[in-house]
């Protein structure tokens, strides 16, 4: 499955003021918006972890209602812009509409730039598994059922993989969490490669960026 990295352009101030509130006055809003079992735990932080670089880079995670995520990681230091948009489906049905019938191989997600000198990836998956989301629903969080509010880590590459892996691996023997961990990590960056190396006249090393429904 592709990662679809093809990101809508951040939701208006109104309308995101809007759904935040929602998520702070409706309790059935609020289990969707934030993680699904509303209990935020501490969680170890992951013994393999990525060094700290010069350069930002990118994490892609689902898990939920992505106003509610991409909430959450706003305030994360280090964090420099997160984006709510559709991961794991194709650039045309990337529509509310559509992602809603949960057919369309897409998850609501967020992508966070972030800077590794000040938070590391791992960090930023210890905030994800604790707080953002619950890791254990399968297809569901809370009150939102279907495929698209799953709870999957798109890794941009092989070092990414590795530490979500690892992570997801420590959690379990530590047994962080009542129930297994459903997450998945995903990696398809190889491929993006391949298209690269076999297709250079048609690879675009600039993803085509798709303007949101409710901007």
């Not at 951040?10 to 809007?18: A, P």
């Not at 569901?140 to 059922?145: I, K, L």
């Not at 459903?182 to 303007?211: F, S």
């Amino acid at each position: 499955m592709p990662i679809f990295r093809n990101w809508g352009v951040r939701k208006s101030n109104s309308l995101r003021t809007l759904a935040l509130a929602a998520c702070a006055i409706l309790p059935l809003v609020s289990a969707a918006c934030a993680r699904a079992d509303e209990s935020p735990r501490a969680l170890p932080a992951p013994v393999l972890d990525n060094s700290h670089t010069g350069a930002t880079e990118t994490a892609v995670l689902s898990g939920g209602c992505f106003w509610g995520m991409q909430g959450v990681f706003e305030h994360v230091k280090g964090v420099r812009q997160v984006l709510a948009g559709y991961s794991g489906g194709q650039k045309n049905t990337a529509q509310y509409e559509q992602v809603s019938t949960g057919d369309t191989g897409h998850a609501e997600s967020v992508q966070i730039t972030f800077d590794p000198k000040q938070v590391t990836y791992g960090q930023i998956l210890k905030v994800y598994f604790s707080v953002a989301s619950d890791p254990t629903e399968l297809n569901r969080q809370g009150p939102d059922s279907g495929t698209q509010y799953r709870s999957d880590i798109f890794a941009a590459n092989d070092a990414q993989k590795r530490i979500a892996d690892a992570y997801i691996t420590q959690l379990e023997k530590a047994h962080a969490f009542a129930s297994p961990i459903v997450t998945r990590v995903i990696n398809d960056q190889p491929k993006i490669g391949n298209l690269k190396l076999i297709y250079p006249a048609l690879y675009n090393d600039r993803p085509v960026m798709v303007a949101s429904l409710h901007s």
